[in-house]
């Protein structure tokens, strides 16, 4: 008998890309929290997604009571909410993997980069929910909307930053599970790179017309 899948809580799941990361999740069989603000708000996002027929079961709860009911914790909020929301789930996610996916994105200069004090919103989470807590950065350089077609790949590879190997290695599997390519690119310091690579995709979205533009590692050699 195979392990049993664990639970995800997506916190920011009603937006776009938690809300397509959790449809990319549920549809390969994981159960999925989501989690918002507003419990009502969760709950009618997870019923809409629920509504599609997917695998895995989906629930709706206000975000520090799915902190506290998720195995893994998925962090999709606007940069303007992290900090609040790290300290609303703090004693929750204690013991627990927290996926940081923030991007220190500062509106309107949005393609311009603009990495916080704190050296990258990854290394703010790490801070913040203190060592008891491991956080791995990914997802950051995901289009939201290449996520929610089931027919459509979405072409593009996952940078994966984190101080623990066996949280990374958790990680991976859900960059797998989503159908993407991920990497383990170093410690949470390094969540740098793909934090400002965000704005130069948004920017080349622009400049170049592109729905989404991603990355791939290249040279790998071939099994």
Same mark, same amino acid.
């Given at each position: 008998?195979s392990?049993?899948?664990? /639970?995800?809580a997506?916190? !920011? ?10 449809? +990319? ?11 918002? +603000? ?21 629930? !709706? ?6 902190? +506290? ?7 999709t909020?606007?940069?303007a ?20 996916? /923030? ?8 393609? /311009?980069?603009?990495?916080?004090? !704190? ?9 913040t ?5 491991r ?12 996520l ?6 979405p #072409?593009? #590879? ?5 101080n623990?190997?066996?949280?990374c ?16 690119? !170093? ?15 948004? /920017?080349?979205? +622009? ?17």
């Amino acid at each position: 008998m195979s392990d049993p899948k664990p /639970t995800l809580a997506i916190l !920011g799941g009603s937006g776009d890309l938690g809300g397509g990361l959790a449809f +990319r999740w549920a549809r390969a069989g994981y159960p999925i929290i989501i989690g918002s +603000r507003s419990a009502e708000k969760a709950e009618q996002a997870a019923a809409e997604l629920a509504a599609k027929g997917l695998a895995g079961k989906v629930r !709706g709860l206000d975000n520090e009571a799915a902190a +506290r009911a998720g195995d893994i914790v998925v962090l999709t909020v606007p940069f303007a909410n992290q900090a609040p929301t790290l300290e609303a789930i703090k004693a929750a996610v204690q013991g627990k993997i927290l996926v940081d996916v /923030t991007v220190p994105l500062v509106p309107p200069r949005v393609g /311009t980069v603009q990495l916080p004090a !704190g050296g990258s919103a990854g290394q703010i989470a790490q801070a913040t929910l203190g060592e008891g807590v491991r956080v791995v950065s990914a997802f950051q350089n995901v289009a939201a909307a290449h996520l929610e077609d089931p027919e459509h790949d979405p #072409d593009c #590879d996952v940078l994966v930053c984190g101080n623990d190997a066996d949280a990374c290695a958790a990680v991976l599997a859900l960059v797998a599970a989503a159908g993407m390519k991920g990497w383990h690119a !170093g410690p949470i310091a390094n969540s740098v790179v793909a934090e400002a690579l965000t704005s130069v995709l948004i /920017t080349l979205n +622009r400049r170049y017309k592109i729905p989404g533009a991603g990355f791939r590692i290249t040279g790998s050699p071939q099994a």
